[in-house]
DNA sequence: CAGGTATATGACCTACCAAGTATATACTTG
DNA sequence: CAAGTATATACTTGGTAGGTCATATACCTG
């Protein structure tokens, strides 16, 4: 799993991630509220801890995990370039931008 | 692959939004900028309309495509939530968001 | 230190996905 | 309409990710 966006892809992982959004927890925290098998929140943790989505404090013998906001960013990021399609002062950038890169008058033999 | 998250997962679709993000493109455009397979392309195409993502248009027997906004904001909106872990003014919101819920004022016996 | 609680990990199984190859479909032009 | 160009799709296959079950590890308390 390279990417980020792989991470993310798994839809318990999103949710374990949107439940730190508001505040840390713990793992059993995590299974409960989500309805998870423990070795499952446990394995999916691990994949975000890995990808540095989320860092563990240790509290006896409680993990809390809570939100690392790199990878976050990252994604964040990636988005940058689409956002013109939805940004309200669009239509004279995009009509500037999408287009074919020599403008040619008509299409003609090929490539 | 239900969700919009599983679909930016893989890189080469993310490639083609990439490329798309500039200017529409016709398949054999993508296959040859981003050297692909013809069959790959159009397979990674057809997820990407059926997701949404871009939409055709007919030009003589090529298909040119070009990107379609909404799921991409929805991840965009799906990250609000965290965008507090990096903006500027966090400290005093964090604070007030990432504790426990209750705030109990020591760890007692469990749940 | 024994029993209990909290979390991590390994083995195994299953489902799904992406790539390739081959072929079908669609449109265009002479 | 025949030949060529552009794109889509069916089928097969290898790889991998996620779930469960069982077990290991770590820490705490009496």
Redesign the pocket.
Known sequence: ?ESSF?II?????RAILSLLASSEQ????I?HRLR????????????LRDAGFVE?R?D?????YRIRPEPLKELDAWLAPFRRYWSVHLDALERHLDRPEKAPPKRRK??
Chains 1, 2 share one sequence.
Do not use: C, F, T
């Open positions: 799993m792989g892809a798994e839809p318990n992982r713990s793992v059993s925290d299974e998870m098998s423990q070795p499952s929140v446990s394995k999916h943790l691990r994949v563990a240790i006896a013998q409680r993990r809390v090929k490539r």
